[in-house]
């Protein structure tokens, strides 16, 4: 008989993961804040509500296992309410070590008690005082990182988000006011990359490595976005790294999931994805997260061969084995509302030629009568594979147009490495 799932959260992420529990024969319960036409296709049954308000995933007690797409909930305890209150076993880790996200000033606490490599310099703030101290010490060149979830809008960077002292005291004054602590860390330069592994807690098993591109426009230009696309290689590491960057990468994700076991006592179960820059050939922790990346869920379920449901349940047991990915490039690209981030277009329709043989994941849109829509936010992916870069990236050129509406796209993902 196929493994119920119960699968929360409704972004393009999700709908990779779903995608995946489905393909691998399980039978697909969701439950979203907003319907996902993708999820809600795949879905044997699907409930709308806050995903905050986890009363409602009583409904859902006759599941196998759970797993929980995005960071809110889990920093929120919705596995410790899935596991002790339902009795549902969670893959996605439970709310003591999803700290490691939601709290900035705890990452860059536990890399230094715990001696892990990667640390960048920081200082933590709670008045302007203690701001002015830190600009004494690193100059205007930093980061300025309110300590807990913004949904990626919290983080001001020199000469990005501010270049003199009163635009950054002005956004530490609005931090303050809403009893906000905040980091503020030495402004690193180099090329970022994602990596994000399984763990139960105790082994780690690496996937893919990608790199994603933040900027909204074509050169890596333009305000910084959730993320416009993505690419992997077929050997399954980046232009840019060497092998010992990558070992580096894996040993620092390793040391902080033995650190989180010492320091709460409870085991990381679930994927986490490290946030890396390559400094000065040194690898740095830009941030964790305890979840998939989106879109980098995309590139890497793409390759997966290993049963997703399967290593889900090990991870739930403390079994996990090994896992297997097919050596592939993939580029994978976002297409936006037009006018995003700053002032997209939304509630306009999107045509999707039916003929077309390409894989999409919806993001942020919604159906009215059959037609999907923009909303403000990133609408659908699209990913391609292929035995090199360059194959992958033709075939998204071949596909990409068949979608039409009020959107954009970056047309250098995969090319810009
Ligand atoms: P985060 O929300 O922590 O992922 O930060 C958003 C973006 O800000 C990152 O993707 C980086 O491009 C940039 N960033 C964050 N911290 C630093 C840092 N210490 N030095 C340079 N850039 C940073
Ligand atoms: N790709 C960025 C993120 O998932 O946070």
């Known amino acids: 008989m196929s493994d119920k ?17 489905v ?24 409930r709308i509500g806050k995903l905050d308000d ?25 596995t410790n309410y899935l596991e002790d209150k339902l009795k549902i076993p969670t893959c996605g880790p ?10 900035k000033i705890f990452t860059r606490y536990l890399l230094d008690a715990y001696d892990i490599p990667g ?12 701001l002015e101290d830190a600009i004494h010490e690193f100059g205007l060149e930093i980061v300025i990182k309110p ?11 020199h000469g990005d988000h501010f270049t003199c002292f009163k635009g950054v005291r002005d956004y530490a004054k609005q931090l303050l006011a809403q009893d906000t602590e905040f980091l503020v860390e030495e402004k690193i330069k180099g090329k970022e990359f994602s990596l994000q592994v399984f763990t139960d807690g105790k082994s780690i098993t690496p996937m893919p490595l990608v790199r994603d591109y933040k900027r909204a ?61 390559k400094t000065n050939g040194k690898i740095h922790v830009i941030e964790f ?3 998939f990346g989106d879109p980098e869920a995309i590139n890497v379920l793409k390759l997966l061969k290993t049963d997703f449901n399967l290593i889900a349940q090990q991870i739930i047991d403390g079994t996990l084995g090994r896992t297997e990915f097919s050596n592939q490039a993939t580029v994978c690209t976002y297409l936006v509302p037009k006018g995003y981030p700053t002032d997209p277009k939304e509630n306009r329709p999107i045509k999707v030629d039916t003929n077309m043989n390409a894989d999409l994941y919806y993001a942020s849109v919604f159906r009215e009568k059959k037609e999907i829509k923009t909303t403000k936010s990133r609408a659908i992916a699209i990913i391609e594979t292929g035995s090199n870069l360059e194959e992958a990236k033709q075939k998204i050129n071949d596909n990409i147009t068949k979608i039409k509406g009020d959107l954009f796209y970056r047309n250098d993902i995969g090319v810009l490495l």
Not at 147 to 157: E, F, P, Q
């Open 5 to 21: 799932v119960l699968l929360i959260g409704n972004g393009a992420r999700e709908h990779a993961i779903a995608k995946k529990i």
């Open 23 to 46: 393909e691998n024969g399980g039978a697909l319960y969701s439950y979203m804040s907003r319907e996902n036409p993708g999820i809600a296709d795949l879905s044997k049954k699907f």
């Open 54 to 78: 986890f009363t409602k995933l009583k409904k859902y007690r006759n599941v196998d296992y759970a797993i929980v797409g995005p960071e809110n909930p889990l920093s929120e305890g919705i």
């Open 94 to 103: 439970r709310k003591e070590v999803a700290k490691i996200e939601s709290s």
């Open 119 to 130: 640390n960048i310099p920081y200082t933590i703030c709670r008045s302007i005082d203690d």
């Open 147 to 157: 300590d807990g979830l913004t949904g990626g809008k919290g983080v001001r960077v």
């Open 217 to 277: 426009y074509n050169g890596e230009k333009g305000p910084n976005t959730g993320s416009m696309g993505s690419y992997s290689l077929p050997s399954h590491d980046l232009p840019f790294l060497s092998e010992k960057d990558i070992q580096s990468a894996i040993g620092i994700l390793g040391k902080t999931i033995n650190a989180l076991k010492k320091e709460t006592g409870t085991d990381y179960k679930g994927i986490l994805y490290g946030q890396f820059m």
């Open 289 to 291: 997260n305890v979840r």
